[in-house]
Structure formats: C-alpha cells, structure tokens
C-alpha cells in the first residue's frame, strides 16, 4: 500500500494549486482519503476528506467555498483542487487513507503519503 502526494508548489497570494494523491495497493471503492495540513510549529489538522462512495466533507471552515476534494477512480487518484490561496494556507499537506469512512483524527488513518510543500508567498 502507497500514496504518492504531489503538485504543491511556491504561489502567489489568490493562486490556485491542484495538489494529487496517487494510490497503490487498494481501490478507493474501500478507502477514504483525507487531506491534513501542517502548518510550522503546529499539529496536523484535517483539511477534507472524501469517502469510499465518494461523499465529501471540509473540516477547516477557512477553505469551504476555495478548496474541492474529488477523485478519479479510474487512475487511483483523490484530488485537492485549491483556489484562493492565502498565505495562513502556507503547509506541508499530507494525504492518508483508512478503510470506507473519513476522520478528521489523524490517528485514526493507516497510511500516509509522503507530504507536499505548499508556500504562498508573494
């Protein structure tokens, strides 16, 4: 079992990223997929999480509305698409997985990916 976290990157402030999360050796017909962020100095916190029959939920009020999560099953693949970037958005954002329903506690998933740097910064 893999994930494979890519597509973060320097931006400006309102940019947009589109961060992946590539799964291998499970079918996300059985895994939810979240996405957490740590920000420097602080703990994990959960972004958003979509679930193995693909329902979604947004856990940080600050990125309803400018982040969507959503997957391709075909390629294995759970998508962050984030738009508005502000600089408190500035993280490492991780993605995990855990078996059919989504949490927002870290402990709670099996699997990790490796993290993404993601800087807004002008």
């Known amino acids: 079992v893999q994930l494979q976290a890519s597509g973060g990157g320097l931006v400006q402030p309102g940019g947009s990223l589109r961060l992946s999360c590539a799964a291998s050796g499970f079918t996300l017909d059985d895994y939810a997929i979240g996405w957490f962020h740590q920000a420097p100095g602080k703990e994990h916190e959960g972004v958003s999480c979509?679930?193995?029959?693909?329902?979604?939920?947004y856990w940080t009020d600050s990125v309803k509305g400018r982040f969507t999560i959503s997957r391709d099953k075909a390629k294995n693949t759970v998508y962050l698409q984030m738009n508005s970037l502000a600089p408190e958005d500035t993280a490492i954002y991780y993605c995990?997985?855990?078996?059919?329903?989504?949490?927002?506690?870290?402990?709670?998933?099996?699997?990790w990916g490796q993290g993404t740097q993601v800087t807004v910064s002008s």
């Open positions: 995990a997985a855990r078996r059919t329903y989504c949490s927002s506690y870290k402990s709670r998933y099996d699997y």
């Open positions: 979509i679930n193995n029959s693909g329902g979604t939920t």
